[in-house]
């Protein structure tokens, strides 16, 4: 069963409500198989500061995340959203993938 990217973000947002920090998929071809929750950094806390960061990746066919950079967002948020990105897998495919994820911090 194939699921629209409207539906597949639809759920993510759902599964994520309860947390202090979540991630949505933005754009791309590959559907997540596994995700690490980015951890809030504490001055950020502290700062109460949140946001969405940006981040370009790039997907091994494999599925791990090979690289990833961070295209907008807070200084204080880059870090830990591409520390917790690179700990994804996403499904097998035959190619290597480019595509953009949205990781949103809220303010606490």
Known sequence: MLLSRRSLC?????????ASSSTVLAAGRRTVVSKVAPVYPEIARR?????VVVLQLTV???GSV??????????LLGNAAQEAVRRWRFEPAA???SM?????FNAQ
């Open 66 to 75: 090979t690289d990833a950079k961070v295209e907008s967002g807070h200084a």
């Open 47 to 51: 700062m109460h500061v949140g946001g």
């Open 95 to 97: 190619d290597t993938t």
């Open 100 to 104: 953009t994820v949205d990781v949103n």
């Open 10 to 18: 639809s759920l993510f947002l759902l599964a994520l409500l309860a």
């Open 60 to 62: 091994a066919p494999d």
